[in-house]
Nanobody, 123 residues
Framework: QVQLVETGGGLVQPGGSLRLSCAASGVTLTYYAIGWFRQAPGKEREGVSCISMSGTSTHYLDSVKGRFTISRDNAANAVYLQMNSLKSEDTGVYYC????????????????WGQGTQVTVSS
């Protein structure tokens, strides 16, 4: 059973950076695509980024392109989301989720989820 834990959230000023980590236990992430999702207060959860099993394919929400970078370290059994030039609208709880093989749209495609980490962008 895949167990995921997100870390790295916090309070940051607009324009600042954070690096989120998604660590796995119970299974190797080598055969899983990992997606990052976020949920802002009062809004539905949305997909932010995803990286394929091989790491050769990445996807981003339009509003984060050029600011966020997803990467993976299979040796460390972890996936990262580097977030730069953060904006207030990036505030929310960020979740990582896993599914076999490749990225797909829709949170229902992901069977394993972490508990989330809070990101607050505010001055």
């Amino acid at each position: 059973q895949v167990q995921l834990v997100e870390t790295g959230g916090g309070l940051v000023q607009p324009g600042g950076s954070l690096r989120l980590s998604c660590a796995a236990s119970g299974v190797t992430l080598t055969y899983y695509a990992i997606g990052w999702f976020r949920q802002a207060p009062g809004k539905e959860r949305e997909g932010v980024s995803c990286i394929s099993m091989s790491g050769t394919s990445t996807h981003y929400l339009d509003s984060v392109k050029g600011r966020f970078t997803i990467s993976r370290d299979n040796a460390a059994n972890a996936v990262y989301l580097q977030m730069n030039s953060l904006k207030s609208e990036d505030t929310g709880v960020y979740y990582c989720a896993a599914r076999p093989w490749d990225c797909l749209r829709g949170e229902s495609e992901y069977g394993a989820w972490g508990q989330g980490t809070q990101v607050t962008v505010s001055s």
